[in-house]
């Protein structure tokens, strides 16, 4: 079974710097998915940027990006600008790939994001 | 396009009863993904459901069960309640196309057992 690790309970960042979120995870398998989502105190989950294993390219969205590191088997993720709005819960996620495969997410426990103005 | 609703936002039920969740998925989405999020257990893969099939089930007793429609809409059913029930569910639909199948989720439904 997979997991998903996020060792990082809290964090803070001051508005318009540069935060960096970690996550790591498990696997056996070589060919996944891996996501970023946000979940504000309204607790609607969004997804915020994913990346596909096979890409070697680290994804961007806007002031999102990951650091994907496959042997260290890392997905962090960095906001730039830090913005009021980005404060949130963020959950780094698991997804199997391949056809038959299971597709349900496996989350971690979630990075509690404060933005100070 | 509007996005993943789901009916009720707020329920409020006592130990022992049953209770019936709903989902409407993404227009076009054929699947539909349920979670369970608690403090304690954080988010918890509950099932799965495509063209009226579940496809894939997480590891919960038998009183929690799900259906889906022609249309795609999908309820889950938590029956005999307990208190260690109270959480939030979350609903999810993706295209579940070969590809990169991403989920979007819906608003939640906070259910509290007393």
């Known amino acids: 079974a997979q997991t998903v690790t996020q060792s990082q309970p809290e964090m803070s960042v001051q508005e318009a710097e540069t935060v960096t979120l970690s996550c790591t995870y498990d696997t056996s398998e070589s060919d996944y998915y891996l996501f970023w989502y946000k979940q504000p105190p309204s607790r609607q989950m969004i997804l915020v940027i994913r990346?596909?294993?096979?890409?070697?390219q680290n994804a961007t969205e806007n002031r999102f990006s990951v650091n994907f590191q496959k042997a260290a088997k890392s997905f962090s993720l960095k906001i730039s600008d830090s913005q009021l709005g980005d404060a949130a819960m963020y959950f780094c996620a698991y997804r199997s790939a391949g056809s038959g495969s299971a597709r349900q997410l496996t989350f971690g426990s979630g990075t509690q994001l404060t933005v100070l103005p | 396009k509007a996005g993943v609703t789901q009916t009720p936002r707020y329920l409020i039920k006592t130990r022992g009863q049953q209770v019936t969740l709903s989902c409407s998925p993404i227009?076009?989405?054929?699947?539909v993904s349920w979670y369970q999020q608690t403090p304690g257990q954080g988010l918890q893969f509950l099932f799965e459901y495509f063209s009226e099939t579940q496809r894939n089930k997480g590891n919960f007793p038998g009183r929690f069960s799900g259906r889906q429609f022609s249309n795609s809409r999908s309820e889950m059913n938590v029956s005999t309640l307990e208190l260690g029930d109270s959480a939030l569910y979350l609903c999810a639909s993706s295209l579940a196309s070969a590809t990169v199948d991403t989920q979007y989720f819906g608003p939640g439904t906070r259910l509290t057992v007393l």
């Open positions: 990346q596909e294993a096979y890409k070697q």
């Open positions: 227009s076009g989405h054929r699947s």
